[in-house]
């Protein structure tokens, strides 16, 4: 509990909660949420029925809204995202536009204390200007005092890598923020097998074909090991194997068919055809594409593909034995992120594994990588034997995915609602962290 005053506050873009829980926990009282999602919105009512929630906030009139001493919104991040369009205000969903929205209600009911969260990429996104319009409307035009940082649950006491920005506020003529700090990172050891329970029934097994990817990359890294060739920190791209098509002056597309011809594509195979088409299709995936005429491939892509080349050169004669082994996986899993380090053990049976559009990236067990909003991207324990299964290996579960965003006491269904395993992970890679925001509050209402 803060104090014997029970703050009132509205948790707005509610996903699961999180604010929710974590203001409760300090003994605020939530007079109203809203959930643009109706499955969120069944889910949100099942853990917290003494909240009324609506639907989409944008069809509601800011004076129905009760009065309260703080506004709470994680507000669409996709705008704002390094994995979105990043269109910011622009975007074309209006989904930037609800911050909008947020001042108008911030406007009529000017609540004591803003608390805001978002992607961390939101302070950088559009050259800084998108923060500073931000910070103009809420300082200079709402009259509040303003700071923002950038935190992390593995920062405090969970095994969990997510940055995301934080912005509070806290009205001017009321003394604004005063002595408040954000809580200072303890960097406390952790490892993900504190969240992991080994007898939770209620997981997803692993495909055969999953299986069969991670063997061919565990080969990969044994040979590796073998050969005493240290992994790369940047990301392995297989299909650069052997290429020597043009690349660093002017991109394929715009290449004529002579130039390509003869050349080696993807996974080092000659290129051949008829038609400029047919032998454009013979390159990498990420070699192919259009969006490039007219310029020069990016530098960071010029990059990967020198040192991917290079990689291969110097490792030729182990890689050969193994390269045919990837020939018939999908273009993104010939793509292997190492994220463990030099001196980590050169093997997968220990490690987190996840499948994602980038490649298949590796981390050590200390933290879970963020949850992803797609449910396909779900961490993989690759030493966890499940209940009933004779083979080690299963994806993480919604109860552990609950725990590292300290959203353990949830139900997620009861004998009328029950919401699929990827849209749960999906609900649970959108929602806060209920420990940072917890630790934030405390500071913020102290």
């Not at 303003?146 to 593995?154: D, F, G, N, Q, T």
């Not at 890598?161 to 009321?174: F, P, Q, T």
């Not at 793509?335 to 050169?346: D, L, M, P, T, V």
């Not at 006491?409 to 919401?419: I, P, Q, Y």
Request: aromatic share 12%.
């Amino acid at each position: 509990m803060i104090n014997k005053k029970e703050y009132t506050f509205i948790d707005l873009f509610a996903g699961l909660g999180g604010f929710h829980l974590a203001l409760q926990e300090l003994g605020c009282k939530c007079v109203f949420a809203s959930e643009l999602k109706e499955d969120l919105r069944k889910l949100y009512a099942l853990n917290f029925p003494q909240t009324p929630i609506y639907g989409d906030i944008t069809k509601i009139h800011p004076e129905q809204i009760p009065s309260h001493d703080i506004i709470c919104g994680g507000f669409p991040c996709q705008p704002f995202s390094q994995a979105g369009k990043r269109q910011g205000f622009n975007d074309e969903k209006d989904r930037g536009n609800l911050f909008t929205y947020i001042c108008d209600v911030i406007e009529y009911h000017r609540p004591k204390y803003v608390f805001l969260e978002n992607v961390a990429n939101l302070k950088g996104h559009d050259e800084g200007n998108t923060w500073k319009v931000i910070y103009t409307k809420l300082h200079d035009e709402l009259g509040y005092e303003v700071k923002e940082a950038i935190l992390s649950p593995h920062q405090f006491d969970s095994p969990q890598h997510r940055k995301r920005i934080y912005i509070v506020g806290a009205r001017k003529d009321l003394g604004g923020l005063g002595d408040f700090h954000f809580p200072e990172p303890t960097y406390a050891a952790h490892s993900i097998h504190d969240i992991i329970d080994t007898n939770d029934t209620d997981y997803i097994p692993l495909k055969e074909d999953t299986r069969h990817h991670i063997e061919v990359w565990s080969e990969f890294v044994r040979l590796a090991a073998e050969n005493n060739c240290e992994l790369p920190g940047f990301p392995i791209w297989a299909m650069e194997f052997g290429a020597t098509y043009d690349y660093e002056e002017v991109p394929p597309c715009n290449q004529p068919a002579k130039q390509l011809k003869g050349k080696r594509g993807k996974l080092g195979r000659i290129i051949t055809g008829k038609s400029h088409a047919q032998m454009m299709a013979q390159l990498p995936i990420y070699a192919q594409d259009k969006r490039e005429e007219g310029k020069r491939f990016q530098d960071w892509k010029i990059r990967y593909i020198k040192e991917n080349r290079n990689f291969y050169l110097v490792n030729k004669t182990w890689i050969d034995k193994w390269i045919h082994n990837i020939q018939d996986l999908q273009n993104s899993h010939m793509k292997f992120e190492w994220n463990c380090g030099k001196n980590a053990n050169k093997t997968l049976n220990d490690k987190i594994i996840q499948f994602r559009a980038s490649g298949i990236r590796v981390k050590l067990p200390t933290f879970s990588p963020a949850l992803n909003l797609v449910g396909t991207q779900i961490p993989i324990f690759p030493w966890v034997h499940a209940p009933g299964s004779d083979l080690p290996g299963r994806y993480m579960t919604i109860k552990e995915a609950a725990k590292i965003q300290r959203m353990e006491s949830l139900r997620f269904e009861d004998k009328n609602f029950h919401m699929s395993p990827t849209k749960c992970f999906e609900a649970l890679g959108n929602a806060v962290n209920v420990d940072v925001v917890r630790r934030i509050a405390m500071e913020l209402l102290k």
